[in-house]
């Protein structure tokens, strides 16, 4: 069955670093983008950032731009997300998402991970 | 491109049918629209892609239209199960921004 299994979810005090990680299964994990979709408590979907199908290309929304990096290891099959800096607003659920280009859709997404920034 | 959907909330009985509706502020390109379906401590589900195209195994009772700036996810005879949050986003541009979800409720 093809999934995303995510990790590195958890507690987190403001102005540190957090490092999420997506594992593809079963899917053609080199040939298509990676994104990174949030959700705050209560709130609705935001589109974090995305990485082409080679790693060449990333981007952001504003308000991680400088502070998250997202990165890919093809051999690996995962998809990582690097947080620094971390505010009190970035608390949220994290997905990672396989984007399909030819539906132009995710049509994978991981299982979701809870981050929280708080002292 | 900012989304905005509407109305808000929804209610409505099962058999009702839905309307939801998701405008952008500017054209999306190619009109790469999608609309996902969301429950409660689930990740959302994919159902409509490129605003009219219904992702595999979702029932026929859920269809889309829409073109430009204006788009529409309509749900016919509605069974307790769709009872969700409901989100449409854009890859037309980036950032590729999700609108702010339409509750709908029994």
């Known amino acids: 069955q093809a999934q995303l299994v995510s990790s590195g979810g958890g507690v987190i005090q403001p102005g540190r670093s957090l490092r999420l990680s997506c594992v593809g299964s079963e899917i053609d994990f080199s040939g298509h983008g990676m994104h990174w979709v949030r959700q705050g408590r209560g709130k609705g979907l935001e589109w974090v950032g995305l990485i082409w199908y080679d790693g060449s290309k990333t981007y952001y929304t504003d308000s991680v731009k400088g502070r998250f990096t997202i990165s890919r290891d093809n051999s690996k099959k995962t998809v990582s997300l690097q947080m620094d800096s971390l505010r009190a607003e970035d608390t949220g659920i994290y997905y990672c998402?396989?984007?399909?280009?030819?539906?132009?859709?995710?049509?994978?997404w991981g299982q979701g991970m809870l981050v929280t920034v708080s002292s | 491109i900012v989304l905005t959907q509407s109305p808000g909330t929804l209610s409505l009985s099962p058999g009702d049918t839905a309307i939801l509706s998701c405008r952008a502020s500017q054209s999306v390109r190619n009109n790469y629209v999608t609309w996902y379906q969301q429950k409660p401590g689930q990740a959302p589900r994919l159902l409509i892609y490129r605003a009219s195209s219904r992702a595999t195994g979702i029932p026929d009772r859920f269809s889309a239209s829409g073109s430009g700036t204006d788009f529409t996810l309509t749900i016919n005879r509605l069974e307790p199960e769709d009872f969700a949050v409901y989100y449409c986003?854009?890859?037309?541009?980036?950032?590729?921004?999700f609108g702010q979800g339409t509750r709908l409720e029994i």
């Open positions: 986003q854009q890859f037309g541009t980036s950032p590729f921004d």
């Open positions: 998402a396989k984007y399909d280009g030819t539906p132009a859709a995710y049509d994978i």
